[in-house]
């Protein structure tokens, strides 16, 4: 089987549980670290899938592996080359296949639910399940690309998922592990500060901390069953 491309935009922003997922189902996968100099490959049809991780910049910016990115993505999809994003990954998918990524109307930080929408691509993704918590970071959010189907929305973001094909872009992060949880809040630290009183969808480091290891335990379990229905499309 060919591995999955995993692509990964700052140090602290790896594939987190979702390298843990592939492994345990045997599906093997090869890092590409972009924030540290690493290329973005030409050819997708290298892999079995692609995946994107988040950032701390924007799709907007002007960064010289972002169009080597949007044109991988694009011949991906042309190629049915199964697409995953995460949060920044989530807006380079929406980019690439005809949405925009624009400023949401306030930042995201820490725990959050979302709903799930009633329909039949939804269901597909997530069965029974009408409403769920997930991590937050993001100021940014992407509008849907031409055909895509909004599965995910929050109250404070629109749109938290969205699929096309077999192809699955989220804005909010399912991949955290508590450690992630932890070096972020340590990192962004004066991030949080700023935004505590500007947005009423920003957790403090000692909210977010609360009962941690159950929060993400649960988070595993809908990533369990996203991860798990992403798969299915991966070539064998």
């Known amino acids: 089987m060919k591995p999955v491309a995993i692509f990964r935009h700052a140090p602290s922003e790896g594939p987190g549980y979702f390298a843990t997922f592939l492994d345990r189902h ?7 670290r972009i924030d540290a100099g690493d290329a973005v490959p030409a050819d997708p049809h290298r892999f079995s899938g692609l995946a994107f991780m988040g950032g701390p910049m924007s799709v907007n910016d ?7 990115t949007l044109d991988l993505i694009r011949l991906a999809a042309s190629a049915g080359i199964p697409l995953l994003g995460h949060c920044l990954g989530g807006q380079l998918m929406a980019r690439a296949l005809g949405g925009t990524v624009i400023r949401n109307p306030v ?62 872009a989220l804005q909010c992060h399912v991949e955290m592990t508590e450690e992630m949880v932890k070096e972020w809040y340590t990192l962004g630290a004066d991030e949080v500060a700023a935004a505590l009183g500007s947005s ?8 977010a901390s609360a009962n941690l290891e159950q929060r993400v335990a649960r988070l595993h379990a809908v990533a369990d069953w996203l991860y798990g229905h992403w798969i299915e499309a991966l070539p064998k």
Do not use: Y
Not at 26 to 32: A, K, S, V
């Open 26 to 32: 045997g599906i093997p996968w090869q890092l590409f």
């Open 62 to 68: 002007d960064l010289p592996w972002i169009p080597h």
């Open 107 to 168: 930042k995201e930080i820490g725990w959050g639910e979302v709903m799930v929408a009633a329909d039949a691509v939804a269901h597909a993704w997530f069965g029974d399940a009408t409403q769920f918590t997930v991590f937050h970071w993001h100021g940014e959010t992407f509008t849907l690309p031409p055909g895509a189907t909004c599965i995910l929305s929050s109250p404070h973001c629109r749109n938290q998922a969205f699929v096309l094909g077999k192809n699955l």
């Open 200 to 207: 009423p969808a920003v957790q403090d480091a000692e909210a």
